[in-house]
């Protein structure tokens, strides 16, 4: 379900093209970012690459998501950086 910000912003960004989408966040707001990059890609593919930096992320979605966010890498749709280092708790 598309919140009415998530469409307003989305919109703006359809009738400005030339603007590129980076998204970021720590913890959980690592995962949260990730979520919505991916929704934003896949459903909005004349946006051109979105990139997501996602930091100390617990893990996110099932085994059918991680394909589905790897398909939209390899399509070009959406790049995905997960930092972590050995004592964060979650990972990408």
Same mark, same amino acid.
């Given at each position: 379900m598309q919140t009415t910000q998530?469409?307003?912003t989305m919109a703006l960004l359809e009738e400005n093209p030339g603007y590129?989408? @980076?998204?970021?966040?720590?913890?959980?707001?690592?995962?949260?970012?990730?979520?919505?990059? @991916? @929704?934003?890609?896949?459903?909005?593919p004349s946006l051109g690459p979105i990139t997501c930096y996602s930091f100390a992320s617990p893990k996110v979605g099932t085994l059918s998501f991680r394909h589905a966010l790897q398909q939209l890498?390899?399509? =070009? =749709?959406?790049?995905v950086m997960g930092i972590a280092n050995w004592a964060d708790p979650g990972e990408f």
């Open positions: 998530t469409h307003k590129a989408v @980076f998204t970021t966040g720590v913890s959980l707001g690592g995962a949260l970012t990730a979520v919505f990059a @991916f @929704f934003a890609a896949a459903c909005y890498e390899t399509d =070009r =749709r959406l790049q």
